[in-house]
């Protein structure tokens, strides 16, 4: 009996409807709604207030998202068993995010053999001093693909990570600038805030996933009496409330991956001050040009699981100009001319992008343009 309740094809058959629908809800919304509405405010704001609506628009679709649910599900099963639903979901969603956020220094040392490095360290040293930290991060050295990331909490400290091929490729001041990027993350508190935002999608998707298998229960407890017939026809409402839960889930996470990109462009303003807007347009055109002749490196950082801590992610909608002059990696390409070439894109927004944490190399190095009567190269 167990088996069926956990692997029933009616429960199988209703989530597969509720990611269908809500896949193609997240499509239309990413593919139609999201650039329209992008390109009628784009220019009209400053990152900061752009960051800051954007912010309280995903709070309160989040919340009110949960608000909807808890209704549906108040006037099925009544207020206190709902409220009591809704608050066990958020305190499971709470502990797992909290729990995988203060482990996670921990396997990311583990899995990318981490190791301190005191060359990195003095230009991290550096670069933090210039940006008012304190008490810099430690700088530390992973294997891998030419990238860079930022991560950390309270238990374990803050780190920047490189990878020893990102160090190999890049100029001095070019790192200096990736090291300013990372840095942007820990002193605008990117971790935490980003850990809060994707915590209303996951509840909407837990109380989704939850309410389908209540619902199937509650059909499962049918019999001959009239109480319990109704409480069979309440499981097919707690179903459909678990299939609403799961499409606003999706359209919170599209809401949720926008203020990810905004973060990006927040913390290239870091890695700007810390050396100028020119070393950050190289560091990222030169990670451009080295995925775009390396398609087994390209394949492992699309597969990593931290991709959203990357400095360099993919969208499948970057500009791709042709290199000409390759001669591997970034050593035969002038990498000014495709910084040239990058600004010069002109590419409409893909459903692609609006799926993405990270915004289009080919934005970024417009968005960077408008730093050079801020900060002088």
């Given at each position: ?192 805030i980003m850990l809060f935002m994707g915590l209303l999608p996951s509840v909407l998707y837990f109380l989704g996933i939850s309410l389908m298998r209540y619902g199937l229960v509650v059909s499962y407890a049918r019999s001959a ?153």
């Amino acid at each position: 009996m167990l088996f069926w309740l956990l692997y029933d094809p009616v429960l199988l058959i209703t989530m597969i409807l509720a990611y269908i629908i809500g896949f193609t809800v997240m499509i239309i919304a990413a593919g139609y709604v999201a650039p329209r509405v992008a390109r009628k405010f784009a220019g009209r704001f400053s990152l900061q207030a752009s960051m800051a609506i954007l912010g309280l628009v995903v709070v309160v679709a989040g919340l009110s998202g949960v608000g909807i649910v808890a209704y549906v599900l108040a006037s099925i099963i009544g207020l206190e068993y709902a409220a009591a639903f809704v608050l066990g979901v958020l305190l499971l969603v709470l502990v797992l995010n909290v729990f995988t956020y203060l482990l996670s220094p921990l396997m990311i040392n583990l899995m990318y053999r981490a190791k301190p490095d005191q060359e990195l360290q003095k230009i991290v040293d550096e670069v933090a001093a210039k940006l008012g930290f304190s008490k810099p991060p430690r700088a530390i050295v992973v294997e891998g693909p030419p990238n860079a990331f930022a991560y950390g909490n309270f238990l374990a400290g803050k780190y920047v990570a490189v990878t020893r091929s990102m160090l190999a490729m890049t100029p001095l001041d070019e790192i200096k600038a990736v090291v300013g990027h990372e840095l942007g993350h820990h002193k605008h508190r990117d971790n935490a805030i980003m850990l809060f935002m994707g915590l209303l999608p996951s509840v909407l998707y837990f109380l989704g996933i939850s309410l389908m298998r209540y619902g199937l229960v509650v059909s499962y407890a049918r019999s001959a009496s009239s109480r319990e017939r109704r409480e069979g026809g309440a499981g097919l409402a707690l179903m459909l409330a678990g299939v609403l839960a799961i499409v606003l889930s999706f359209l919170v996470q599209v809401l949720v991956l926008a203020f990810s990109r905004l973060r990006e462009y927040y913390a290239d303003t870091a890695g700007a001050y810390a050396t100028s807007p020119r070393h950050m347009q190289r560091a990222l055109a030169r990670l451009h040009v080295y995925y775009n002749t390396r398609p087994h490196a390209a394949e492992v950082v699309q597969g990593s699981k931290l991709k959203a801590l990357f400095i360099y992610a993919f969208t499948e909608a970057y500009a791709s100009p042709f290199y000409s002059t390759l001669a591997g990696g970034s050593g035969g390409v002038d990498i000014d001319r495709v910084v040239e070439e990058l600004r010069r894109a002109e590419r409409e927004e893909g459903i692609s992008e609006f799926l993405a944490t990270h915004p289009p190399i080919h934005k970024r190095i417009k968005f960077l343009d408008k730093l050079y009567s801020v900060f002088k190269p």
